[in-house]
């Protein structure tokens, strides 16, 4: 994966997905005209999982990266960062097999510090636009977050609380080959993520996919996500449960 800053306009590219593993893999038994239009909790899962997965910039990206940020602000630096907001203007690209990638990121924080000048916590708040392209999927979005990271200094893990969002127009390129448009929503709640391997251990979160079909079809999928560690995370619908690799 590489990276590359800028400050001027963003040019977006297309690109390809990974895997998704599902407990339980429906197909759509009704095929009549009406339907193919009408979204299915399948397509609802695959743009969940493509606002999640770190291969189409999704929150495990984000994640990833932040966790890297926090970590910055434990090392010892010649000036103090609190009491100052900082920002990123920045894009990034993935050009893998079966998955393509770019995304544009605008990017502030700012500490929270105590009366020694020592981080405690971090604040960031987000926004992206980009496209990709996998094996399931061809998606045009745009994302925004706000996120609170606390012991920086305390503790094993980093605790993340947050919310994440994305919307856009998604074609697929599997059953139905539906296209639609799609706004998601994720409320995490306390994202535990080891500080020696970087890596996410626990943690839950409330999730909403509002998909609009082709015809005008609107479905609202209520879910949610259970953090499993080892890099996958499990979204609940309905009682189905789809396993989902995050990396």
Known sequence: MKIKFQSALFVFAFFALGTLTTSCDKEAADITPENLKKPTEEDA???????????TEGMAQEIDATTDLAESYT???GGSPCGETFDSIFVRSVNE???TAEYAFTWEWSLDCNAADIPLGLNL????????????????DASGSTW?????????NYVFNGTFERTGAQESKVRNQNAFTSAITIEVDDLNIDKGTK???????EATIVITGSGGNTQTFS?????????????????????????
């Open 45 to 55: 899962v695959d743009a969940m999982t493509g606002a999640l997965q770190a291969s």
């Open 199 to 205: 890596q996410i251990k626990s943690g839950i979160a």
């Open 223 to 247: 879910g949610d996500l259970v953090f499993n560690g080892g890099g996958s995370v499990t979204l609940i619908i309905d009682g189905n449960s789809y396993t989902i690799d995050l990396f």
């Open 97 to 99: 097999t079966n998955i």
């Open 148 to 156: 609170t990271v606390d012991n920086l200094f305390t503790g094993a």
């Open 75 to 77: 090392e010892k630096s």
């Open 125 to 140: 708040a987000t926004t992206s636009s980009g496209t990709y392209e996998t094996a399931r999927m061809i998606s045009e």
